[in-house]
């Protein structure tokens, strides 16, 4: 995980849970409805033990005989509500878990999705959906059955000792002696098992973000035939996450076993002494009876109750990992008063004297003193060697980051005082790389105008040139492309992204390296349709090959963060500069191709 996660990460405790439990109030209701289903089961198991003592004491005499039937229907009665409280209690509960899962992952994934893209620099993605997944599945246990079963094993715990104590004030002080002696141990190792459930589910995580990332990228490893060495560094870390289970779950076994083991042994002691006074004539066989009943309720009560102590504390282990991802605040937000943008929009964007460096490389600038100014309407594009900060531009109109010094503004606005939801509706992004998602190609062009007909999808993919492959599909722009579109070619998955641009029809367009997927056929037909929309509007365009940039209004040239020349094609080629001997280098290289080819 990043810095920012591992420096605020809190110690591990039972407090974990605190902030998640506003997740189940906001429920009272259900809340209410299974205290009253629990309190009618707990009173209804109660109840047995008094009529079993009944039955034992004046049941079996002469005189009573004729009462057994009536016993036995009262307990059936009793066994019946007993049945229903019980089955209303769990559906209540296990539904509120259900509830309180989804609200956490639902509330889970719109925290991830707002967090800002220094913090995605270093995050890995197959961890954050471990957490979003594994890590929420715990909070269903301790939301649902365990809450479940402590609720009840809380009333009968505490219902049959006021029963015990009610019965043999001398026999209950016995059994109130041990309790202290067993709760101790529960209590002692609890952050034992918070620790190694805690450790279980880190390494889990790591396990599945290893998978998601090399899944990720399986035509990668199947092509370096890397699949032997990634599947023996998987299964390394399974059974790492394995023997950390195991050692979770020891932990857990021993605990409930010498919770068991003390409460039992217990009743056992208690009713070897009560024995003593049955035989003695200072108890009757029937009170003895119930007290055992009670003893028994309150013994298995606490047993289980250790059972689901440990269960907690795993899950606090999981709300703990939680925590830390809702703790994380995103550097780019919204002002609490923020800026109105000027309407209808201009386009201008101004650079003001700006220099960034990433959080990771604090003295190394990646720009440095950048200003210029691009127009309403102005097509600029940035040209310069790999490094020199060209992509670094369109992360900060897009405000993914904010500059370490100086100033950006659009339409006369500083960036910083803006709403970035306000600001990136008025920018439209095609990536070099463009990022395609495993559903319909339709959906694919919507996905920044979800609203749009259909109709307006096929204009814009027609307009990139995309309309003629996607008609040729099975179910035409129904057809589901595969996660990141493995099922298209570049150039199909540029297009798409570039319809995507088109259908969002933004005032400012950022272009970065565009066309470079495409062929010379389809490069001319897209280029087109960018030409075509490029008109009243402004653009920003980085570019590698100098052959798509020849007609902008204003080329920038730069190097090493900075920027080193700036004009026309032709002025530039003319200064023999940096940007002379980039033209020479490409145009030349690609005339000799052609002659070697022809």
Not at 81 to 89: D, F, G, H, I, N
Not at 143 to 158: E, K, Q
Not at 503 to 522: F, I
């Amino acid at each position: 995980m990043t810095d920012q996660t591992t420096a605020a990460k809190p110690r591990t405790s039972l407090k974990s849970l605190l902030p998640l439990l506003p997740y189940a109030t906001r429920h009272k209701g259900w809340i209410l409805a299974a205290l009253g289903a629990l309190s009618v089961a707990s009173a209804a198991t109660l109840t047995v033990p008094l009529a079993v003592r009944r039955m034992v004491d004046f049941g079996f005499t002469d005189e009573g005989a004729g009462l057994i039937d009536q016993y036995f229907g009262a307990m059936l009665a009793v066994v019946c509500v007993l049945a229903v409280a019980s089955a209303t209690r769990y559906y209540l509960v296990m539904t509120l878990g259900e509830r309180v899962v989804a609200d956490i992952r639902t509330d889970m994934f719109a925290h991830l999705s707002r967090l800002d893209a220094s913090f995605y620099d270093t995050a890995q993605t197959g961890e954050l959906v471990s957490r979003l997944t594994a890590d929420t599945t715990q909070m269903k246990s301790a939301f649902g059955s365990s809450a479940s079963v402590l609720l009840r094993n809380l009333f009968l715990f505490f219902g049959a000792i006021a029963m015990m104590v009610y019965t043999s004030p001398k026999l209950s002080a016995l059994v109130l002696i041990a309790i202290p002696i067993i709760v101790l141990p529960l209590v002692a190792s609890g952050r034992s098992v918070r620790a190694r459930s805690r450790a279980a589910q880190d390494t889990l995580a790591e396990a599945t973000a290893f998978a998601s990332e090399n899944l990720g990228s399986v035509r990668i490893m199947q092509a370096f035939n890397a699949e032997g060495a990634t599947n023996k560094r998987f299964s390394a870390a399974v059974e790492q996450a394995y023997g950390a289970a195991r050692k979770a779950m020891g932990a857990r076994a021993l605990l409930t076993m010498v919770a068991i083991f003390l409460a039992f042994a217990s009743v056992i002691g208690v009713l070897w002494l009560g024995a003593q006074d049955v035989l003695a004539g200072r108890m009757s066989g029937g009170l003895l009876s119930q007290f055992v009943l009670y003893a028994v309720f309150g013994a298995s009560s606490l047993g289980q109750l250790s059972e689901v102590w440990s269960e907690i504390s795993s899950a606090a282990g999981a709300a703990g990992r939680l925590a830390e991802l809702l703790a994380i605040k995103p550097s780019i937000t919204s002002p609490a008063q923020p800026l109105p943008m000027q309407s209808p929009p201009r386009g201008e964007i101004v650079f003001d004297r700006v220099s960034f460096a990433y959080a990771g490389r604090p003295n190394d600038p990646v720009l440095r003193d950048i200003s210029f100014r691009v127009k309403p309407g102005e097509t600029v594009a940035v040209v310069g060697p790999s490094g020199a900060g060209k992509s670094t531009l369109f992360q900060l109109v897009m405000r993914f980051y904010d500059p370490t010094g100086g100033q950006i503004l659009m339409d006369d606005a500083p960036l910083t005082r803006v709403d970035p939801a306000d600001l990136r509706a008025r920018i439209a992004l095609v990536p070099q790389d463009a990022v395609i998602f495993g559903t319909s190609i339709a959906d694919n062009i919507r996905y920044g105008r979800t609203e749009a007909s259909d109709a307006e999808v096929r204009r814009a993919a027609e307009q990139a040139a995309a309309s003629e492959f996607i008609d040729a599909m099975p179910e035409g722009y129904a057809t589901r492309v595969g996660e990141r579109g493995a099922t298209l070619s570049g150039g199909q998955r540029q297009r798409i992204a570039i319809a995507r641009a088109i259908l969002k029809n933004a005032p400012v367009l950022l272009l970065d390296e565009a066309t470079s997927a495409l062929d010379a056929e389809n490069e001319t037909l897209v280029q087109a349709a960018l030409d075509n929309i490029m008109k009243d509007r402004t653009t920003l365009v980085i570019a590698h090959r100098l052959a798509t940039v020849l007609e902008a209004d204003r080329i920038l040239v730069m190097d090493e963060g900075r920027i080193v020349e700036e004009g026309t094609h032709q002025s530039l080629v003319a200064a023999e500069g940096l940007y002379a001997k980039l033209a020479r280098l490409q145009f030349e290289t690609g005339a000799a191709a052609m002659r070697s080819a022809s």
